[in-house]
């Protein structure tokens, strides 16, 4: 997210999530780090739990730069 008003958007927002979650099991794949996991099985609330998840990181995140712009220092 951007410092001024206007962030990336929540489309962007949400694709960034994405491709960095991608990015991430690429790097944990090639590097081998927790190889155990593969056998884990995620389901669909998983999905949307992280998803949410997310959501609420970006809006604290975002909130937390425009109360630290709104303040006088």
Same mark, same amino acid.
């Given at each position: 997210?951007?410092?001024?008003r ?7 927002? =949400?694709? +960034?999530?994405? %491709?960095? /979650?991608?990015?991430? $099991?690429? &790097?944990?794949? !090639?590097?081998?780090?927790?190889p ?5 099985? =995620?389901? +669909?609330?998983? %999905?949307? /739990?992280?998803?949410? $998840?997310? &959501?609420?990181? !970006? ?15």
């Amino acid at each position: 997210m951007k410092r001024r008003r206007a962030g990336f958007g929540l489309l962007t927002n =949400i694709g +960034l999530g994405c %491709v960095g /979650a991608l990015i991430g $099991g690429v &790097l944990f794949n !090639l590097f081998g780090l927790f190889p155990g996991m593969g056998s884990i099985v =995620i389901s +669909l609330r998983d %999905v949307v /739990a992280a998803f949410v $998840g997310s &959501l609420v990181l !970006l809006a604290a995140i975002w909130l937390w730069g425009a109360a630290r712009e709104r303040s006088p220092r």
